[in-house]
């Protein structure tokens, strides 16, 4: 029976995964649509996300945070400007998380690749990472079973910290376009949580789930 690997993420699973977004990627290297097939370009913070954060100030967010906001929007998008022009674009799952990743017969396979796109090869890793940072050691076995098929990402500390910042905003724009009635009402704690992790990662450097 496959299920999802969610809160039993053993550090063995946690390797596994490392390794199925190296496996991914390179196979991703090697590969070319067919026909008039594609997928968007996501090597920004908002990935191929209407941006609903520039411009007006949305209702729900307040002056402090909506400053942060922009400031963090454009801090992780001169990131991703930065990196695109040293590397290759190439084909991502871009939300390859543990509740991604299911479990049957012993062997980890990875699912919903709805939001894949032409993106850079840290936002897999990124993404993968910032469910994972209420314990920062749980990332370095993600990192290693990467790096035993694929050279790790060449990315700064400080530069790091701040894609994992960029996932917390894209997921800021993501639930003020949700309309079902439980997503609205959660938005207000939501948004209490981000405050606090941007008070910290402008505090400290270290985005924290927190």
Do not use: W
Not at 43 to 56: K, S
């Amino acid at each position: 029976m496959a299920r999802s690997i969610g809160g039993r993420r053993f550090n063995e699973q946690l390797y596994e995964m490392g390794r199925a977004i190296a496996m991914l990627q390179k196979f991703a290297k090697n590969f070319t649509f067919q026909l008039d097939a594609y997928r968007p370009t996501i090597n920004r913070t908002l990935m191929d996300l209407v941006d609903n954060l520039r411009g007006e100030q949305p209702s729900a967010i307040n002056d402090k945070l909506y400053s942060q906001i922009i400031r963090g929007l454009n801090l992780c998008d001169a990131v991703y400007e930065k990196l695109s022009s040293q590397e290759d674009l190439l084909l991502v799952h871009a939300d390859l998380h543990i509740f991604n990743v299911i479990q049957s017969n012993g062997r980890l396979g990875v699912i919903d690749f709805d939001d894949c796109g032409i993106g850079l090869p840290i936002q897999d890793l990124v993404i993968t990472n910032y469910y994972l940072r209420e314990d920062r050691q749980r990332e370095e076995y993600v990192k290693a079973g990467y790096s035993s098929l694929l050279e790790l990402p060449k990315i700064s500390e400080e530069d790091y910290e701040t894609l994992l910042l960029g996932r917390a905003l894209l997921l800021v724009g993501t639930i003020l376009d949700m309309t079902a009635a439980e997503d609205v009402a959660a938005i207000p704690g939501f948004l209490k949580k981000v405050e606090h992790r941007l008070d910290h990662y402008f505090a400290t450097g270290q985005f924290a789930l927190i």
